[in-house]
């Protein structure tokens, strides 16, 4: 689930002017040129409708025509998908009224128009060959390739150390939930881990946009860091959250998202959205449902470990469950009953040991 403090209109507009892209080749040479420039990405009637003047061109986009036609002072008007430039030297006339940051003509007059209309708007400072990209209030200045490799890099160094943190109190909370030892401190640990990790990912994200071709490799370590994180991080919602689990998991999922950073480092503003009753303490035992280890087990359909939880509804009812018990679960045969029950044997000894030794 996307954070609510990501920005997807920026985060589209990052994706045409990224590394790779013939937008940012464009823009490369204009820099390179040391020329200024005012480019609104898209070309419908709420765009025209800011446009003065201008050259009607409706040519087929390429990085050279750009940069030639940035050498005139007026704005240039290119598709929502950079495929053709549709004017060039065209005079942009936003509402006046509408309030700005900004200091320089052009630079006041593209925050303005992002406003106005909502789209992309990209500057290129002559001055400072400074690229920033307004959309719909948002500003997003464009740092050069090594910066921000430089930048996401320390933010994959620190990703690895949230996840192993992760990863050693996911591990004690299977070991407790063998062992029926769990408290609501532990889950909420998990689950607060667990978010921080998915910031921390979803940051690491908006540089592999603002990288394009160059972020290869940053998306790669991205991946193989987050592989699994984000279904443990559901399923330990779906195990404690009480009521309806498949009901009210969403909501817990949009709580996590929505709370603050000062937020999410309370433990009990976490339990809260577990919606457990009123006045519990953080050492107030609980018992999971059995998604979580259920989905460990190799192979095992997700409808099948929903009809077990179903009928058993605790993990520990399912491991003190007999084969035959298992079996006369609906959609669940002789076979599955023998893979479920060697396959939590299997991972509560691994759990314990892991824990233990």
């Not at 990703?159 to 943190?165: S, V």
């Amino acid at each position: 689930m996307p954070s609510p403090t990501r920005s997807e209109a920026m985060l589209m507009a990052l994706r045409l002017a990224a590394p790779g892209t013939a937008l940012r080749a464009g823009i490369e040479r204009i820099i390179q040129a040391r020329m200024g420039a005012l480019l609104v990405i898209g070309a419908g009637p709420e765009v025209l409708s800011v446009c003065s003047g201008g050259f009607l061109l409706d040519a087929e986009f390429t990085p050279q025509r750009l940069s030639e036609l940035a050498k005139m002072d007026g704005a240039i008007i290119v598709t929502s998908d950079c495929t053709r430039i549709v004017r060039s030297n065209v005079h942009l006339v936003p509402d006046p009224s509408i309030p700005t940051s900004e200091t320089g003509t052009r630079h006041r007059t593209a925050e303005r128009v992002a406003k106005q209309i909502a789209v992309p708007v990209i500057t290129v400072s002559e001055d400072r060959s400074e690229v920033a990209i307004h959309v719909v209030g948002q500003k997003r200045t464009i740092d050069p390739t090594p910066r921000v490799l430089a930048r996401a890099d320390q933010a994959l160094q620190i990703l690895e150390r949230y996840k192993t943190r992760l990863d050693a109190v996911s591990t004690s909370l299977s070991a407790l939930e063998v062992e029926d030892l769990v408290t609501i401190r532990d889950v909420t640990s998990v689950l607060q881990r667990a978010e921080m990790v998915r910031r921390l990912a979803d940051e690491v994200e908006d540089y592999v946009i603002e990288l394009g071709a160059d972020g290869r490799l940053v998306l790669l370590q991205l991946e193989e860091l987050m592989g699994g994180v984000e279904d443990d991080r559901r399923l330990v919602a779906k195990d404690y959250v009480s009521g309806e689990a498949d009901l009210d998991l969403a909501t817990v999922m949009r709580g996590l998202a929505m709370l603050d950073d000062e937020s999410l480092l309370d433990l009990y503003a976490v339990s809260s959205l577990l919606e457990l009753p009123a006045g519990l303490s953080l050492d107030t035992p609980v018992q999971p449902r059995g998604f979580r280890l259920l989905h460990k087990i190799p192979r095992l359909p997700d409808i099948v470990s929903y009809h077990v939880v179903a009928r058993f509804n605790s993990l520990l009812k399912i491991m003190r469950a007999s084969e035959a018990d298992l079996t006369a679960v609906e959609v669940v045969g002789d076979a599955r009953a023998r893979a479920i029950k060697d396959g939590l044997a299997r991972l509560a000894e691994t759990s314990i040991l892991d824990r233990y030794v």
